[in-house]
């Protein structure tokens, strides 16, 4: 008999460990949590000393501590400095008609001015939006106050010629009359193909005897057959004689 007995406790403690376990498992899945048993209320676990265990988490609430602490010094300093910057500034107005120089956020080097000027406000669409023109080239920009400043005209060394024009050389230098009589008359080449207008000149130059219009290669040619007949000429002068 006390063998049955003794059988039958041991298979109930297997079953109750069994079935505990499940119910723990269950526990946790529903609530996402260790649960508080009733032999943690009476033995009441003693409590964690700092360094003692889990000191990835303890190291964790370090580091957000003194993240908070940094980041409320930085601001109260920020706000001192901005105290001492402001106490002698004045607020500026803008005015439409005013000349304000242009913050350039286009540097292409370190020495290149930070403020572009020739700029003079056209308009106000908002308290402080603006609407800018350079004078130099018409072009029209939105900007903020922030990135204006008032500017003085007497400091501003305006350029003769922006547009230069790209290195050429002529041939030959155009007079100023004929620029100017070709913008007020009207000549017949204008219609004229350019094929016929190569020969109609080449043709005109064969037959003319002004040496003006001819060019120097072929006046040189020229003068060289010249100088040849005539040398000819002269021996066969000199083997008749």
């Given at each position: 008999m006390p063998c049955v007995i003794s059988d039958y406790i041991e298979e109930l403690f297997f079953i109750m460990c069994i079935f505990q376990l499940?119910?723990?498992?269950?526990?946790?899945?529903r609530i996402d949590r260790d649960p508080v048993l009733p032999l943690d209320n009476i033995l009441k676990p003693r409590r964690k000393f700092m360094g003692e265990g889990d000191f990835h988490q303890v190291a964790l609430e370090n580091q957000y501590r003194s993240f908070f602490q940094v980041h409320k010094y930085m601001k109260k300093a920020k706000q001192r400095q901005a105290?001492?910057?402001?106490k002698n500034t004045k607020?500026?107005?803008?005015?439409?008609?005013?000349?304000?120089?242009?913050?350039?956020?286009?540097r292409k080097n370190k020495l290149e001015d930070r403020w572009?000027?020739?700029?003079?406000?056209?308009?106000?669409?908002?308290?402080?939006?603006?609407?800018?023109?350079?004078?130099?080239?018409n072009r029209v920009i939105k900007?903020?106050?922030?990135?204006?400043?008032?500017?003085n005209i007497d400091e501003w060394d305006i350029p003769k010629d922006t547009n230069k024009l790209r290195k050429a050389q002529y041939v030959e230098p155009?007079?100023?009359s004929s620029s100017e009589g070709s913008d007020s008359e009207y000549s017949e080449d204008d219609e004229l193909p350019l094929s016929e207008l190569i020969k109609k000149y080449r043709r005109v130059r064969e037959?003319?005897?002004?040496?003006?219009d001819i060019p120097l290669?072929?006046?040189?040619?020229?003068?060289?057959?010249?100088n040849d007949s005539a040398n000819d000429a002269s021996s066969n002068d000199m083997v008749v004689a």
């Amino acid at each position: 008999m006390p063998c049955v007995i003794s059988d039958y406790i041991e298979e109930l403690f297997f079953i109750m460990c069994i079935f505990q376990l499940v119910l723990l498992i269950i526990m946790v899945l529903r609530i996402d949590r260790d649960p508080v048993l009733p032999l943690d209320n009476i033995l009441k676990p003693r409590r964690k000393f700092m360094g003692e265990g889990d000191f990835h988490q303890v190291a964790l609430e370090n580091q957000y501590r003194s993240f908070f602490q940094v980041h409320k010094y930085m601001k109260k300093a920020k706000q001192r400095q901005a105290k001492y910057a402001n106490k002698n500034t004045k607020n500026i107005d803008f005015k439409t008609g005013d000349p304000v120089y242009y913050k350039n956020f286009l540097r292409k080097n370190k020495l290149e001015d930070r403020w572009s000027p020739y700029h003079r406000i056209v308009e106000q669409t908002s308290p402080v939006s603006f609407k800018i023109r350079n004078q130099l080239t018409n072009r029209v920009i939105k900007a903020h106050a922030e990135h204006l400043r008032l500017a003085n005209i007497d400091e501003w060394d305006i350029p003769k010629d922006t547009n230069k024009l790209r290195k050429a050389q002529y041939v030959e230098p155009p007079s100023e009359s004929s620029s100017e009589g070709s913008d007020s008359e009207y000549s017949e080449d204008d219609e004229l193909p350019l094929s016929e207008l190569i020969k109609k000149y080449r043709r005109v130059r064969e037959n003319s005897s002004s040496e003006d219009d001819i060019p120097l290669m072929e006046m040189a040619q020229r003068i060289r057959v010249e100088n040849d007949s005539a040398n000819d000429a002269s021996s066969n002068d000199m083997v008749v004689a």
